[in-house]
């Protein structure tokens, strides 16, 4: 079975800060694919960043960048310069050949 | 665009009762997700729909689940009978392209339904 942890409920920072969310994770799979989905308000399930298990370079996009040790079985995902519409729920996700879990999500606020 | 929309918002029912909850999707996506979300489990997939084709339904808790997509514009969720361990918000989600995999790409929720079974 695949199991998602995110050990951190809530977090809050100053706007223009970095933060980072971390994310462990376990599978007995060697392909999969891991994610960190945005929650706002909204409700919308937006799709942050995306890792395939097998490349090793770390996956970014513009202020977003993760740290993926595979062997550590870790997801961490850097927000870098945070900006006030980053405020929202981060889950991290995994997807093996079986169903996608999610972590219990991290609620994230970026304070003015 | 209305967005993806859930009834009923909120439902409060007794146990041993069949509960039908409903969603219409974004008109144009293909793909239609239903999730639960508890305290203890966090988010979970319970089952999704391709082109009103049930592809993954392993999510699904037991056999009092069930769920159908009769046309593109119009799923339910049932649960027969209800228990209280069912208590939780159930979201329905839409989006163009499946989650997960090489291709993923945003899903929109809907705004819930917050169950209780008493």
């Not at chain 1, 409920?9 to 706007?15: I, Y």
Request: net charge neutral.
């Amino acid at each position: 079975a695949q199991t998602v942890t995110q050990s951190q409920p809530e977090m809050s920072v100053q706007e223009a800060e970095t933060v980072t969310l971390s994310c462990t994770y376990d599978t007995s799979e060697n392909n999969y694919y891991l994610f960190w989905y945005k929650q706002p308000p909204s409700r919308q399930m937006i799709l942050v960043i995306r890792q395939e298990a097998y490349k090793q370079q770390n996956a970014t996009e513009n202020r977003f960048s993760v740290n993926f040790q595979k062997a550590a079985k870790s997801f961490s995902l850097k927000i870098s310069d945070s900006q006030l519409g980053d405020t929202a729920m981060y889950f991290c996700v995994i997807q093996g050949a079986q169903k996608l879990v999610f972590g219990q999500g991290t609620r994230l606020t970026i304070n003015p | 665009d209305a967005g993806v929309i859930q009834s009923p918002r909120h439902e409060v029912t007794e146990m041993g009762q069949e509960v039908t909850l409903r969603c219409k999707p974004i008109s144009g996506h293909d793909y239609l997700f239903w999730y639960r979300q508890t305290m203890m489990r966090g988010l979970e997939l319970l089952i999704y729909f391709n082109n009103n084709v049930p592809i993954d339904d392993s999510g699904m808790p037991e056999d009092r689940f069930s769920a159908k997509m009769p046309n593109a514009s119009f799923s339910t969720l049932k649960i027969q009978p209800s228990e209280p361990r069912d208590s939780a918000v159930y979201f329905c989600a839409s989006s163009l392209l499946p989650l997960g995999g090489a291709r993923s790409e945003t899903q929109y929720f809907g705004p819930g339904t917050r169950l209780l079974v008493l």
